[in-house]
């Protein structure tokens, strides 16, 4: 078993959650919506701190009285069944994941293991914890539930029309998108085979505070402010559907609480904007934000690179299910969520080079 940092005091009259992957991107922002939210939770966070986790995340909770940290991996068993053990789980919503693309094509196979063996693992253990046997949950446990945190790219790509809804047929393109897809054929397998209570949201592309530097949004602002150029795929004209993290921590949020059991929920901004005008706006706003002394634009250091394989042309969502069903609806629009990124990464790229 490895490494578990008992942080939680004094929880014994608290439901226990565990919650994994949250030193990663979304789970970070998630995690502390959720703990100033929910007084009645006790948070276990497990994750394996691989090179996308960052624990500085998270620094404001650490020493939080309802927050536990367990350093591990969802594919050892024996630990994700000591942690169910240890702290009577009732509820999981599963973040942890391989999540970057360009990850995938050099190195697919972290992307099966994690994704798939790793989810598998997660879902089995809940089965057996809170289940006699299907469709006959223990007493007491009646109301635990697994959520799984999916993404849209698990829809394949679009033509110039079209929305992704919960309908469309799954077509996944990258092994990234492949192992998300049968991560999700997993859960729904253990709804109609078991009756396990679970919840899948499929997502469009996040953005926002505390992303790893690997992504695009980041990736911009970085090499903008470095100096350096700034490096967009092929022609550019890739659309995604962009979400604001804490949009995204909403839709989760009630998805968890209020979502149908066995039923999937697609979340997305309704923003659709390709490369070249993210790279512009951002440039645009950093222009005005960070001025460089020269008086250039940040848009002269844009470069077109050699474009990734098999890269997906479009991603939008139709998000009408959760809009309908649960009153989701998304706060920010691109231009405003961008705004306050970027904020956000002046501050952390500017402390780094002030300490360089
Ligand atoms: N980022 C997006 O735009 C987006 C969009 C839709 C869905 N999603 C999904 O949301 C989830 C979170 O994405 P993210 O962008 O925050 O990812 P991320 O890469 O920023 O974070 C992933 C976290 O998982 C942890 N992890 C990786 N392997 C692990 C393992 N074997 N055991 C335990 N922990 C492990 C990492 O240490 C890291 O903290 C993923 O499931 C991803 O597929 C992401």
């Not at 594919?75 to 942690?83: A, Q, T």
């Not at 990850?103 to 089965?127: C, M, Q, R, W």
Request: glycine share 8%; hydrophobic share 30%; charged share 25%.
């Amino acid at each position: 078993m490895k490494r578990e940092e008992m942080m939680g005091r004094n929880t014994q009259n608290r439901k226990s959650i565990l919650l994994t992957g949250c030193a990663g991107f979304i789970g970070s922002n998630f995690i502390l919506y959720f703990l100033e939210k929910y007084s009645e939770y006790h948070i276990v966070n497990l994750d394996l701190l691989t090179y996308a986790g960052n624990l500085g995340n998270l620094n404001e909770i650490e020493d939080h009285d309802r927050y536990t940290f367990v350093n591990g991996d969802i594919c050892d068993r024996e630990l994700v069944e000591s942690i169910f053990e240890t702290h009577d789980i009732r509820g999981v919503i599963h973040f942890a994941a391989e999540s970057h693309v360009d990850n995938s094509i050099k190195n697919p196979g972290v992307f099966i293991e994690t994704n798939i063996n790793g989810t598998f693992t997660l879902v089995d253990v809940a089965y057996k914890k809170w289940m006699n046997k299907p469709f006959e949950y223990k007493n007491g446990y009646e109301l635990c539930r697994f959520h799984h945190i999916s993404t849209d790219e698990v829809y394949g790509t679009l033509g110039d029309k079209g929305l992704f809804t919960e309908k469309t047929p799954y077509a996944p393109n990258s092994p990234y998108a492949a192992s998300k897809a049968g991560s999700d054929m997993i859960i729904r397998s253990y709804y109609h085979t078991y009756g396990l209570n679970t919840i899948i949201t499929n997502c469009s592309n996040n953005y926002g505070p505390r992303q790893h530097d690997e992504k695009l949004i980041p990736t911009i602002i970085r090499k903008a402010l470095r100096n350096e150029k700034i490096p967009i795929y092929g022609d550019g004209k890739n659309i995604r559907d962009w979400l604001y993290v804490d949009d995204h921590c909403t839709g989760i949020d009630l998805a968890y609480h209020k979502g149908r059991i066995g039923e999937v929920y697609n979340i997305g901004g309704r923003n659709e904007r390709d490369n070249n005008y993210i790279a512009n706006k951002i440039c645009e706003i950093l222009d005005k934000l960070s001025p460089k002394d020269s008086g250039d634009s940040y848009i002269d250091q844009i470069t077109f690179v050699e474009d990734r394989a098999g890269h997906d042309r479009r991603y939008a969502i139709d998000a009408t299910k959760i809009e309908d069903e649960l009153g989701w609806k998304a706060e920010e629009n691109f231009e405003s969520g961008i705004e306050k990124t970027i904020k956000w990464y002046l501050d952390k790229y500017n402390s780094i080079m002030d300490m360089s």
